[in-house]
C-alpha cells in the first residue's frame, strides 16, 4: 500500500466509501496500472450506491447473482458480496433464492441448442432419437 501515489489514495478511499468495503487482490493491481480508469470503473459500478433507493442487502444480492450466473462466474466477487449481504442483513435462505434463480440462466444452453443439434443430425442423415 506504501506504493499508492496520493492520486490513487484519494481514488482508493473514495471507492471504500462509496461501496463499504475494499478488496487488494481484486482492485489494487487495476488501481495501479491505471487510476483513472479505475475512478471510471468506480463511478459506474456505485452509482447504485451513491443515488437509488435500493437498500444495501438488496443491491449486494444483485451484486451476487451478477457473479454467480454461468455468464459471469466470478467466484472472488461471489464471495465479497455474499459476506456484504450477511453484514447487511441477508439470510442465508435469501442468498440460496439467489442462486437458484441464476442457475436456470444456463438452462438457455439447452433451449437453444438442443434444436439446432437435432436439426444438424437430420441434415447429416443421422436418427436424432427423438
Known sequence: M???TPRMKEVKEKFTKLRGYWKEDSFGQLLRLDPDF?????NFS??????GVLPPKIKELIYIAIDASCTHMHAVGT???IKNALKYGATKE???EVFELVSVL????LTM???ILVEELK????DPGC
Open 2 to 4: 506504501d506504493d499508492l
Open 38 to 42: 479505475f475512478e471510471a470503473y468506480m
Open 46 to 51: 456505485g452509482k447504485p450506491w451513491d443515488k
Open 79 to 81: 464471495r465479497v458480496h
Open 94 to 96: 435469501e442468498i440460496m
Open 106 to 109: 444456463g438452462i438457455h444452453t
Open 113 to 115: 441448442g438442443v434444436p
Open 123 to 126: 441434415a447429416a442423415g443421422q
